[in-house]
């Protein structure tokens, strides 16, 4: 294990292992060479690797996703930045309608191994546009490969998994803990495979679903309603598609009960999809509904007001209460 | 006044003999461009006009083919026969082409079996040959994606540091004027030129996107657009092989040689609907159809073959006849393409398992079992 380093740098890490694994592999983005992204996610890769495989890209999303396509039709692996997770939209004609199907229009004869790379979510007080969780739109659209990292050695591994990935993969960085630092693992033997969730807090009474940017919060949850003698169980599912249906339903056969924890909007959101699945499966081991705790059906709002739009302790553990309230 | 009457008609259509590069007129007269010398053998012109007799015949049998309820859709080249042989026959060996839906010919060129190209528009597939086989990308349908996927394989190229060597390729992207309109070929252009990437941006301008007239598009001749973006355009003779493939061909060059992207608009007309469901007697005029047709880009180097004696009946009777065998082999083929089973849906999706699918697909293929068994 390294000592604690920030998740800004365990992908900074991730990203320079691979590229020294595989020449192949190569950054693109806005301002991804010189500055080293708004983040500095990818600080100092351009001065180690080169303009040619650290790629400054003009302003566009749509041409930065158009041509790593082409990139990887050439047999390259393009890490593509999109600089905030609202920014994404002009990129999502390239992602849904090229990037995800070609395989399959193929008849497989094409491989796209391209990874995007999205900071998402809110909490740093930013203005409109640098605050969303654009994830649904992505789990949708069959053909990708859709993951959500939530602490640095996660991102750190998953992202050199996403990269060796033979699909296209869209990789989700919670901005909000950029800055939050753990050692990392370096040993691939030790790695968990990229789509498999995990119990990152055992518990007894309530399963709590969440990835990303949530999973912090939900520890502290559970935290607390220890304190009120409540069991919380913690998953970071860490894949949403494929999803890791298994770990899901083992845990919630046990407790009963489940709560899903995001930060996008809660109505047709990705915890929909959770309850749906949790329901067919679990059926007659259900005490209570599902209950999914996210953002409102609204626009992101101003950031003075973002706190009361994401999930925090208070509404997770409210809606845990409302599972037993039933 | 309409809105579109305030600033005046556009000249988009106008082609000033200076501006237009063509080396064979209408009535198969050879003319010389300082720009682009061509020197061709007789042989080489009689294959480039069994090229476009074979393309055409195609053409019509796959339109035959959907009118019969074989197809579902055709999107047919008709008048475009010049731009894509020309263009297609320009190509070397390590080129790589982004066609849109309607590059048949250019197929022809890369030797993507016609057949191949029937399952998209049968239903069969979304696009069944193997790119890198054939130097010939999957057809694209969205309008203009397949440009930056052209940039993009281009900076590729130089990424493998074979510009300026023998190993040398560029890439051709095909698109039409409407194309010219959407965000991405406009980013592939910026792209393009700010990493001066060996790309040939092939306009197909024929006069319309379906039933909207170039004036929709744009307020000055394309080609002209390229020097906003700081490479070289040219507008040639669509409807003439030659120009095409001098002009391609010098286009291609400088690309693999290291010199960036130029846009060629080829000035040609879709003689045909834009595909099979269309009606184009809803927009357009029977007079403008006439005016292109004596334009036609194959009467022209039959005219030129049978000036300069360099053909003789024998050799038109011939091009008919392996026409009409191309014609019927395809639509032999066209019938006895079968159609896949119902679990093919889920192949290709993924390159590496994907549970989630997995699981729907047994699911899937256990209820269509449950039938076989009621009938059992």
Redesign the interface.
């Known amino acids: 294990m390294s000592e604690p380093v920030t998740m800004a740098r365990a992908i900074n890490h991730g990203l320079r292992r691979a590229m020294e694994d595989d020449a192949k592999v ?1 950054v693109m983005g806005e301002d991804v060479g010189k500055l080293g992204g708004v983040f500095r996610v990818t600080d100092g890769l351009q001065k180690d690797f080169g303009e ?2 650290v ?1 400054d ?2 302003l ?1 999303e ?2 930065i ?12 692996r393009p890490v593509c930045e999109i600089q905030f997770d609202g920014f994404v939209f ?1 990129a999502a ?2 992602i849904i ?2 990037l995800a ?11 796209l191994p391209v990874v995007v790379r999205i900071p998402c979510g809110g909490g740093i007080g930013a203005v409109e546009h640098h605050s969303e969780s654009p994830e649904a739109y992505f789990t949708h659209t ?2 990708l ?1 859709v993951v959500a990292c939530s602490n640095p050695a996660d991102a750190y591994t998953m992202i050199q998994q996403s990269i060796a ?3 296209p993969v869209i990789f989700f960085e919670p901005k909000r803990r950029y800055w939050d630092k753990a050692p990392l693992e370096e040993d691939p033997a030790r790695w968990a495979p990229l ?1 498999e969730a995990r119990v990152v807090h055992p518990g007894e009474h309530v399963t709590v679903l969440a990835y990303g940017p949530a999973v912090k919060t939900c520890l502290e949850a559970a935290g607390a309603a220890a304190e009120e003698g409540r069991s919380l169980e913690v998953i970071d599912l860490r894949s949403l ?3 890791d ?1 298994g770990a899901v339903v083992a845990s919630v056969e046990r407790t009963g009960r489940c709560v899903v924890v995001h930060e996008a909007p809660v109505f047709s959101g990705y915890g929909a999809e959770l309850a749906a699945r949790i329901t067919e499966r679990c059926f007659y081991r259900l005490e209570s509904p599902v209950l999914r705790v996210g953002g409102f059906s609204t626009p992101y709002p101003p950031s003075r007001l973002e706190d009361h739009y994401l999930p925090d302790l208070d509404r997770i553990l409210d809606a845990v209460d409302r599972t037993f309230s039933w | 006044m309409t809105i579109n009457s305030v600033r005046g008609a556009p000249d988009t259509r106008e082609t000033a003999d200076h501006e237009l590069v063509q080396l064979l007129t209408p009535e198969g007269e050879r003319v010389e461009h300082p720009d682009y010398p061509l020197d061709l053998s007789a042989e080489q012109v009689r294959a480039l006009y069994r090229d476009l007799v074979i393309v055409r015949k195609i053409d019509l049998a796959a339109v035959a083919l959907t009118r019969q309820g074989e197809l579902g859709l055709w999107a047919s080249l008709l008048g475009q026969e010049a731009a894509q042989i020309g263009s297609g026959r320009a190509l070397g060996d390590h080129d790589m082409v982004f066609p849109t839906y309607r590059e048949h010919g250019v197929a022809w060129c890369r030797d993507v079996p016609p057949i191949n190209l029937l399952g998209l528009f049968r239903g069969v597939n979304h696009g069944g040959w193997d790119p890198a086989e054939h130097g010939f990308h999957l057809y694209t349908i969205v309008i203009g994606s397949q440009t930056l996927h052209a940039a993009g394989y281009a900076m590729g190229i130089q990424r493998d540091g074979v510009l300026g060597t023998e190993k040398a390729g560029a890439t051709i992207a095909y698109f039409g004027d409407g194309a010219t309109s959407q965000g991405d070929v406009n980013e592939s252009f910026v792209f393009a030129s700010v990493f001066n990437a060996p790309v040939v941006f092939f306009c197909q301008n024929n006069q319309w996107a379906i039933s909207e007239p170039l004036e929709k598009q744009t307020k000055i001749p394309l080609y002209r657009r390229a020097q906003g973006y700081g490479f070289p355009g040219v507008r040639v003779d669509g409807n003439d092989v030659f120009a095409c493939l001098a002009v391609t061909r010098k286009a291609l060059e400088n690309a693999r040689d290291g010199q960036g992207p130029t846009l060629v608009e080829a000035f040609t007309y879709r003689m045909g609907a834009h595909t099979t469901t269309d009606d184009p007697t809803r927009y357009r005029l029977k007079a403008e159809e006439e005016a292109w047709k004596l334009k036609d880009p194959i009467e022209r180097v039959k005219a030129y073959l049978v000036r300069g004696d360099l053909a003789d009946a024998a050799f038109f009777d011939e091009v008919d006849a392996e026409a009409k065998r191309v014609a019927d082999d395809l639509r032999k083929a066209c019938l006895a393409l079968p159609d896949p089973g119902p679990m093919a849906m889920f192949d290709n999706v993924y390159a590496e398992s994907h549970p989630l699918m997995t699981e729907e697909q047994e699911r899937f293929a256990a209820y269509l079992a449950s039938f076989e068994e009621v009938r059992s």
């Open positions: 190569v040619e495989r790629i890209t003009p566009a749509s041409g996703i158009g041509t790593a396509i082409g990139l990887a039709l050439r047999g390259y002009p004609d390239q309608t090229q199907k070609m395989r399959m229009r193929s008849l497989g004869k094409l491989e069959a053909g490969r990935s033979p699909d789509h598609n494929p999803l249906i």
